[in-house]
């Protein structure tokens, strides 16, 4: 690559980054307003949990311990909720630079986009609606007579936020397949030689993230088989297409 397509890629990225940043910090503000809304979603799947204890005439209070803490947990709520729906355009922004700097066309940047959102937003929605409530029904599970839980409202949104975004970016597997496959670090081959392993490491995984009862294992773990063949029929494509550019290179060659 020479100099001045050096020069022009760098000054791509420099507007990219500013698009990028300029509706991340928009969005921000916006989400900041709408940032009481955003907590009672996040909220819901708590009040579920505290409706179960038999703790008549108690409703369920976020509290903050510092002055500050609950203003700070909002900011970071409102940038958390920017960047999620700020996503599509940070991704196509992104790829779309990788892409030209490898000479492809650019359509490949929003298919690939598209799809990883959508695996991302699935990812959420699993985490939102099946593993969170089981989650926080096992926590809230210790609670007792003299023991009531109260949830400070940093530690809660950080609990619940970071507990989605992990589960978004696992939904990433076949994605990373892909991309593996592409550059030629895996083959469709390998990983259904080594699917049991792979099984093996999706049970530890799921019971690691999860409470400890076989139903939210399972619950977490179905859905990781299902990534991990999804993933091999994803590095099965790259490496299809591979195989038949190296054909059409000797066949020219």
């Not at 990788?98 to 695996?119: C, D, H, N, Q």
């Not at 929605?125 to 400070?152: E, I, K």
Request: charged letters at 15%; proline letters at 5%; hydrophobic letters at 60%.
């Amino acid at each position: 690559m020479d100099r001045d397509k050096i020069i022009l890629l760098f000054e791509e990225l420099r507007v990219r980054l500013m698009i990028i940043a300029g509706a991340v910090f928009l969005f921000a503000i916006i989400s900041f307003t709408f940032s009481d809304l955003i907590r009672e979603v996040l909220l819901m799947p708590a009040n579920m949990a505290y409706a179960g204890l038999d703790a008549e005439g108690l409703d369920l209070r976020l509290i903050f311990l510092t002055p500050s803490e609950a203003l700070l947990a909002n900011l970071r709520l409102s940038f958390i909720t920017s960047g999620i729906v700020t996503l599509p355009l940070i991704l196509y922004q992104l790829l779309a630079l990788a892409i030209t700097a490898t000479g492809k066309p650019k359509r490949s940047a929003f298919f690939l986009t598209v799809i990883m959102y959508l695996l991302f937003a699935i990812g959420l929605s699993f985490a939102y609606f099946v593993v969170l409530p089981f989650a926080l029904n096992f926590f809230v599970g210790f609670s007792g007579p003299d023991l009531l839980p109260s949830f400070s409202i940093a530690r809660y949104l950080s609990f619940t936020t970071s507990f989605m975004l992990s589960f978004g970016l696992v939904f990433q597997m076949p994605v990373l397949f892909w991309f593996l496959g592409s550059i030629g670090l895996l083959t469709p081959y390998f990983l259904r030689k080594n699917r049991k392993f792979a099984l093996l490491i999706i049970i530890i995984f799921a019971s690691i993230l999860t409470p400890p009862d076989i139903f939210s294992q399972v619950l977490m773990a179905i859905p990781l088989l299902l990534l991990y063949e999804l993933g091999i029929f994803m590095v099965y494509l790259s490496w299809r297409k591979k195989r038949r550019q190296e054909q059409s290179d000797l066949s020219a060659g």
